[in-house]
């Protein structure tokens, strides 16, 4: 019988400041765009348990760089491969095109379907994706350079957030990234596009606590019950780019070596707060194809109303936030609960 394989296919952060330098990106900018990747780093130093891990359910693990994933897909055995494709990401990053070519050779891939993959990235259309599938989330404007391709809504109290419309993990997201005024608004969209060529979105602030719901489908019968929602707080009313490159990758490791490593706190909500999540979650799977795994960023309101601010198709599994998720809910590290949830797709079969 043809052996199992599981292909945890990756892209590295030198590769990726590499390949953006080379397009002419500023060396420093590259470096703050790659961290994204960070996730890529932090996993190789789980590989030797996940090996062993995948062994215990008799399956191979190998783990395999985004430039040579074309080659091993090509050559896979569809019915015995599955692969994991541990980030997402157009422009900068390779994962959603990897997605597709998952599905150009037939093979079974763990996570969200293609659109989902493709849809994730942007975050003004995926806002107004879960705004039209009722899910509940701040009105966003989109400002390109200081021009405003879509202007916000006039309605902001407490003002609007702004942040690249492409780049997740807190890139390009300063201290000023909460501001009162369209100006400024548009100032920030400048800035965003000169460092990173991007645009920005620029949200309604909602006021309130951030929230992070995760999913791993270690026993795919449990359905959402499997789903694992805290608060996280940082300190502050939102992290910036500084916070959260202290905390992966090759930074995090300097931060650690330093001493200066200081993770968020992890709190449970309230039995209302996360059915509210849970309802959230429920509409975003059935209406944007997530499945497998998967994250929702989220604000609560003081008066504990929940909206979804943006979702993650490959959540930083080997993070902070994901590893408590996997101890407090599944009892595992992220090693073992990774094989598990990659035997349990094997054994169900539907494979797409």
């Keep these: 019988m043809p052996r199992r394989e599981l292909l945890l296919i990756h892209e590295s952060e030198s590769t990726c400041i ?14 703050e765009i790659a961290s994204y990747l960070a996730q890529s780093t932090d996993m190789e130093e789980h590989y030797r348990a996940l090996e062993a891990a995948c062994a215990d359910y008799e399956i191979k693990f190998l783990a395999v760089h985004a430039d040579q994933a074309g080659k091993v897909l090509s050559g ?5 491969t599955l692969a994991w494709i541990l980030t997402d990401g157009t422009g900068y990053y390779k994962g959603t095109a990897i997605r597709h070519l998952t599905g150009h050779y037939g093979i079974p891939t763990f996570g969200s379907d293609t659109g989902a993959f493709s849809l994730c990235p942007d975050k003004f ?10 899910v509940p989330a701040p009105q966003c404007g989109l400002a390109r350079n200081g021009k405003w391709i879509v202007p916000p809504s006039k309605q902001a109290p407490d003002g609007w957030f702004v942040k690249p419309n492409s780049l997740g993990a807190k890139i390009g997201i300063e201290s000023d990234a909460h501001c009162h005024d369209t100006g400024a608004a548009l100032e920030i969209s400048r800035r965003i596009h000169a460092d990173y060529r991007d645009d920005a979105v620029v ?11 995760s999913f791993l489908a270690v026993d795919p019968q449990a359905g959402l019950d499997g789903l694992g929602v805290v608060e996280v707080d940082s300190g502050g ?4 780019m500084a916070d959260s490159l202290a905390l992966y990758g090759n930074t995090g490791t300097a931060a650690i070596t330093a001493g200066t490593y200081v993770e968020p706190e992890l709190r449970p909500l309230n039995s209302k707060e996360s059915e509210a999540v849970r309802t959230i979650a429920q509409r975003m799977v059935a209406g944007l194809g997530l499945r ?8 609560i ?14 959540p930083g599994l080997p993070c902070f936030d994901f590893r408590h998720y996997c101890r407090t809910r599944w009892d595992m590290d ?6 598990a949830a990659a035997a349990a797709k094997f054994a169900n079969g539907r494979f797409t």
């Design 334 to 339: 992220i090693a073992p609960a990774m094989a």
């Design 76 to 80: 896979a055995d569809r019915r015995n």
């Design 125 to 134: 259309r995926s806002s107004a994706i879960m705004s039209a599938l009722g």
């Design 301 to 314: 309101s003081e008066n504990g109303a929940v909206a979804a601010l943006e979702f993650e198709v490959s």
């Design 18 to 31: 590499d390949r953006l330098s080379a397009l002419g990106f500023h060396r420093d900018r590259a470096i």
């Design 292 to 299: 497998d795994v998967f994250s929702i960023d989220l604000r």
């Design 237 to 240: 009313d939102f992290q910036t």
């Design 203 to 213: 949200q309604v602030f909602a006021p309130g606590r951030n929230a992070r719901a």
